[in-house]
Nanobody
Framework: QVQLVESGGGLVQAGGSLRLSCAAS????????MGWFRQAPGKEREFVAAMDWSGLSTYYADTAKGRFTVSRDNANNTVYLQMNSLKPEDSAVYYC????????????????WGQGTQVTVSS
């Protein structure tokens, strides 16, 4: 099990950038795949991006391709989500999740979650 804490959210203008961080504590972070999801008010939690345990395999939602980049630093137990060219529709609470080894685009397949960080993009 890992404990996750997200940070880096905030208010940004459309076209701007943010980098979210997800710091993990606990054993064997390097054996977990990490996923980023987001949830806007009144909507279901939505997949954004994910990376497997090695960092060699990544997957992005169509809405994130070309704008967002997921990366990880296993030495520092942290996963990142670099978000560029932000749009108002990217506004949501962003969550990171962990699951063993391989990534998934389904939130119910993740076993650990952080508390979320709010991203607000103004037009």
């Amino acid at each position: 099990q890992v404990q996750l804490v997200e940070s880096g959210g905030g208010l940004v203008q459309a076209g701007g950038s943010l980098r979210l961080s997800c710091a993990a504590s606990g054993r064997a972070f390097g054996s977990y795949a990490m996923g980023w999801f987001r949830q806007a008010p009144g909507k279901e939690r939505e997949f954004v991006a994910a990376m497997d345990w090695s960092g060699l395999s990544t997957y992005y939602a169509d809405t994130a391709k070309g704008r967002f980049t997921v990366s990880r630093d296993n030495a520092n137990n942290t996963v990142y989500l670099q978000m560029n060219s932000l749009k108002p529709e990217d506004s949501a609470v962003y969550y990171c999740g962990a699951r063993p080894l391989t990534w998934s685009q389904y939130f119910n397949e993740y076993v650990n979650w952080g508390q979320g960080t709010q991203v607000t993009v103004s037009s």
